[in-house]
């Protein structure tokens, strides 16, 4: 069986609240924060990147573990921020952690499932048996222009996943992939921050690859909706998951627990895997947890997981790290992300 | 006399899987088998459009259109900013009249949900003065002036603008073609943002996509041989200059005035005769001003009319408007607005506009305008 041997996260400490954007441009909070489901955002500092943050957060990953990192034969980051644009993310994060020689080192792009395609690679090799580890890294300082709705959900965040074949934390039962050309969502080479379809991005973009893959997923694998314990969807904001959740025949139960995005925003390649996080926060073994990211352009990876009994001794707390928070005004924000 | 002798309309809304020649060719298709005509029986056709040279580098649709319908005809395109649609059948109305064909076929279709807001807006912005767009006004911008130059000089309040909407919206709740089929309340439109004061989002009509169409024809048999003819009784088509700062008053559009005046000289009817009307409510202000320019109500008096929702489906006792839901609520792409106007009153006026119908429709008034009333085309019909 192949799953994620353990996992780690990042989220800088700093947070902005969607009130005070709203504020700088006229706009209503309640309005904004009633339609988006989202009331703060993570902010990367200044001397942060998706480097920085994927480093903190494969580190947490390989707490308490004794692994041959010699023994990892792939380091994938998925990103929409990655710090170069030629000059990869993955060798500067696997020299830091001390990854290097005879491995295959990949930065990926698919917008914010860049990272969960990855995971399908990566299970290959294991299954496969070219390899006994693989770590996946998703990291994102999300860009959003000034003024654009995308930025009051853009926030910053990185979750990494060392996956094998043995001492799993979670299983992979089975997954499914649903992939088409839309463009509902893009940034153009050299173009500084992304363009989108606005409600574009919704029914035939979100709603449909999620449901396709979902949907083919949960019929391959004959399970249904009320077997799963927890479900956790891409939260580019806070209305989505839930809608998409209740379209799969889920309820507000099984997915009320991955909703972290109130506080944290969406950290594009991050986004959905912060949820799984949460989650695993309050799993029980043998738990079944549905997990779907979504990718612009347009894509989903719809996964099934089952928790194992390693599950106490990898447990990490994310809700404990949500509250460690530092607010920043608007003209800092701008500054952390570059903007002045 | 010139008939309509059959109608389409697509769904209006965000229809993203449909490209503009899709939505014409729908359009055509299902109005000739509406019509029970051939599409050879078709003598010429007039396409009412604005925006497809801007936004999609595309103008020369007329032989677009050849090639849907695989017809060597002649075939006009018309535009005439949000009034493509109107002007095109008056054209063709007068282009049946002059003998010059029998049978015309007039579709107006815009796409615009392609197209980011600021893209769509730019376009619209076409159809405002040089000097408008470069101070930077935009038509919500435009009509705020208009707006504001109403309130100051009648006892009206944002409120009374409100009932608009939700009048209208409620008529769209019934039209199951509309772009939006929800109703909505005064606190709804109150509540939301201001587009430019006092102007708030659901005072404003959506950008939409859609297709509509209608067959006029002439010729006695394909009349005697429909199952519900109506008769065009006048269509004129009224100009007046495109800036605001040329007019005489911001608070009323003239060519609507003359343009009224027009038709209802031609036909010798009077204004309670009318009993459905369809006017250019871009904003909720617009239908109050077409009201007093038409001279449904007096003047200063449409915040009390629109107050009292004195023409509103279930609540008149003599003149609907708007029971497509108007430009609000069934949605607004530019240039098939005018032919689903007039489509709207052929249901009405042959018994056909369902959970709607006004009862005994017998006259019917469709206002289309262009800019901020740069071109007015009103038609009346009748059966």
Not at chain 1, 316 to 333: E, G, R
Request: proline share 2%.
């Amino acid at each position: 069986m192949t799953g994620i041997v353990s996992y780690g996260f990042y989220i800088p400490k700093y947070r902005i609240k969607i009130g005070d954007i709203a504020k700088v441009w006229g706009k209503e909070e309640k309005n904004i924060s009633r339609s988006l489901l989202v009331k703060e955002k993570t902010v990367a500092g200044i001397d942060e990147d998706s480097l920085t943050m994927a480093y903190e957060s494969s580190k947490m990953a390989f707490e308490g573990l004794n692994i041959d990192k010699k023994k990892i034969g792939a380091v994938y980051v998925g990103s929409e921020s990655h710090p170069y644009a030629v000059n990869p993310t993955a060798t500067i994060l696997a020299e830091m952690l001390g990854i290097r020689g005879h491995y295959l080192a990949s930065d990926t792009e698919f917008a914010c499932k860049a990272a969960t395609g990855a995971m399908i690679s990566g299970l290959g090799m294991i299954k496969s048996k070219l390899t006994s580890y693989v770590l996946v890294s998703a990291s994102d300082k999300a860009q959003s222009m000034p003024h654009d709705v995308l930025e009051y959900t853009a926030s910053s965040a990185s979750v990494s996943l060392l996956m094998g074949s043995q001492d799993l934390v979670l299983k992979v039962l089975d997954y499914s992939t649903y992939s088409t050309d839309t463009p509902d969502f893009w940034r153009r080479d050299g173009i500084r921050y992304p363009s989108h379809g606005g409600r574009f991005t919704g029914l035939p973009a979100y709603f449909y690859h999620i449901f396709n893959s979902s949907s083919d997923l949960l019929k391959k694998t004959k399970i249904k909706p009320h077997q799963i314990a927890h479900a956790v969807f891409h939260m580019p904001n806070g209305k989505f998951p839930i809608q998409i959740a209740y379209k799969l025949g889920f309820d507000f139960d099984q997915v009320k627990q991955s909703l972290v995005v109130e506080n944290l925003g969406n950290s594009y390649t991050a986004s959905a895997l912060l949820g799984l996080v949460s989650v695993l926060e309050v799993a029980q073994k043998n738990d079944l947890i549905f997990f779907a990211s979504f990718g612009s352009g347009a894509g989903s990876d719809a996964f099934i997981f089952q928790v194992t009994d390693n599950i106490d001794k990898r447990r990490m707390s994310l809700s404990k790290k949500i509250k460690n928070k530092k607010y920043i005004d608007y003209p800092t924000y701008l500054k952390f992300m570059d903007t002045i | 006399m010139v008939s309509i002798i059959g109608y389409y309309t697509t769904q209006f809304g965000e229809l993203w899987e449909k490209s503009l020649f899709s939505l014409v060719g729908e359009a055509i298709d299902n109005v000739l088998i509406e019509s029970g005509l051939e599409k050879k029986q078709i003598d010429a056709v007039f396409f009412g459009n604005m925006l497809s040279g801007i936004l999609e580098n595309n103008l020369h649709a007329s032989a677009k259109i050849a090639e849907i319908l695989k017809l060597n005809i002649p075939i006009f395109r018309v535009e005439a900013a949000c009034a493509s649609g109107g002007s095109a059948f008056n054209l063709a109305v007068n282009y049946v009249k002059s003998q010059a064909a029998e049978t015309v076929l007039v579709v107006g279709a815009e796409k615009m949900t392609d197209f980011s807001p600021e893209q769509v807006v730019g376009g619209l912005s076409a159809a405002s003065s040089g000097e408008e767009q470069e101070s930077g006004l935009t038509f919500p911008g435009i009509y705020a002036l208009m707006a504001q130059s109403y309130l100051n000089k009648n006892k009206t309040k944002e409120e009374d603008l409100a009932c608009i909407s939700v009048k209208n919206h409620f008529h769209g709740s019934l039209n199951d073609k509309a772009h939006f089929r929800r109703q909505i309340s005064v606190s709804d439109v109150l509540n939301s943002a201001y587009v430019a004061y006092p102007l708030k989002v659901l005072d404003s009509s959506p950008i939409s996509d859609g297709a509509s169409s209608v067959i006029i024809t002439s010729n006695k048999k394909i009349i005697k041989k429909a199952k519900k003819p109506v008769m065009v009784l006048a269509s004129e088509v009224v100009n007046d200059t495109i800036s605001l700062k040329k007019r005489k008053n911001l608070d009323s559009i003239e060519a609507t005035i003359i343009a009224a005046d027009k038709v209802f000289k031609k036909t010798g009817l009077k204004r309670k005769d009318i009993t459905v009307a369809e006017l250019h409510d871009c904003f909720s202000i617009a239908e109050i001003i077409a009201m007093e320019d038409i001279g449904f109500w007096k003047k200063g008096e449409g915040a009390s009319g629109a107050r009292a929702y004195s023409t509103m489906f279930g609540r008149s006792d003599n003149l609907v408007v708007n029971t497509s839901g108007g430009l609000k609520s069934a949605g607004h792409p530019v240039g098939a607005t005018g032919i689903k106007q007039l489509g709207e009153i052929y249901l009405q006026l042959t018994g056909r506009a369902e959970k709607r119908q006004v009862k005994g429709a017998k006259y019917g008034l469709a206002h289309n305008v262009g800019g901020s009333g740069g071109t007015v085309v009103i038609t009346i019909l009748g059966n």
